[in-house]
């Protein structure tokens, strides 16, 4: 039997990305390769990227720059680019870097095996279609290998939101959904594994529609699967949040106080601009409903600071929807362009602008963000511990609100559900005793 082939995944951007690196892992498997941290090592390296931030392409055009090294000294080693930026680069990759082999967008990854079949006939390949069938039920499924507590778990992909700012309508294309059985079939693969909590992913996971109850309809059916302790899910659109979702917040035990919810603006005008086809007094409304359903959630959100035509009014809109909402959490970035899409056309704001209110709006974030973790000190809360400390004998994982939390102790081991009673707030994390 010949050696296993090596390789070495670099994953950029989102959760969605590393689980399809993941997936694609085991796709290669099929093909003999194991994978490697080393990238020195390996037979083939593939880059699986993401196109959200800004000048995400030249940034692997400069990495794919900098393995030359690598491919002067192995040429027999593969490279091949995936995700996002391979979907909207194509042939240009190839073109601009030829030791470039493979070059594959998110839609077409079940096709690897063949395309490394050629890649190793010494052939290029290239496939960027968005094909009908399922990639993910074409896809080898994943090994009963032992996993870790957790796990992502893809069930839509794709958006047909269109905001003014977004590429994700053109790079992973329209909204699609995978049947729930398929899921939940996954999801108890998944447990018997090892996982005792899972993440629904998609890049607008509430439009999910693989199960005639909607993304409630899948909680309430993942909810009844043995061994499975926690459900989450992200990204959620506030035009998505349906009465059964917000209803299960409030009812299934399983599903975890925790919600992403971006909302981007508190401007309406500039919520107009951007597409997103709600105001702000219908988010506070929404907001409303779901703490009324889930008092104690802990709500985290993204935001865009700059976008064209955002006064400073508007912008004060922004804050003064953070001071009214509150979050334990948030993602916030300074607008920038993204080719093709509408908001890259318009006049755009200085660069000062952006980044000054950039450092207001992380400035208040942070602060909710500390205040909230303080509220938690002597509380008690329920920790899915994942992994050892950085500190001998200390022990890491998971409240029900997404807070690391780490606590002093030999007697938990990794997959184990404690009560924990906080008793420090550092910076990114709560310490706490178990009970
Ligand atoms: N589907 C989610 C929603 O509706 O809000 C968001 C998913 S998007 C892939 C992740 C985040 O990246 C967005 O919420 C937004 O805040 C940020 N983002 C996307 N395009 C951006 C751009 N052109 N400039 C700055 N931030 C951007
Ligand atoms: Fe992008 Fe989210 Fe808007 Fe879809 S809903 S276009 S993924 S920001």
Redo the contacts with the bound molecule.
Sequence with gaps: MSAPKKLFIKTYGCQMNVYDSERMAESLGTQGYETTDVAADADMILLNTCHIREKAAEKIYSELGRMKGLKAAKPDLKIGVAGCVAQAEGAEIMKRQPMVDLVVGPQSYHRLPAMEDAVARGEKALDTDFPEDDKFDTLKSRPKAKRGPTAFLTVQEG?D???AF?V??YTRGAEVSRPADRIIREAQELVEAGVREITLLG??VNAYHGHDGGLAGLIWALDKVDGLERIRFTTS?PNDMDDALIDAHGTCDKLMPYLHLPVQSGSDKILKAMNRKHTRDQYFKLMERIRGARPDLLLSGDFIVGFPGETEEDFEDTMDLVRTVRYGQAYSFKYSTRPGTPAAEREQLDEDVKLERLHRLQALLGEQQREIQDEMIGRTVKVLFEKKGRETGQMIGKSEYLHAVFADTTDVQIGDLRDVRIVKSERNSLGGEIC
């Design positions: 958006c939101k269109f905001c977004c994700v309508p890049q607008n659109h």
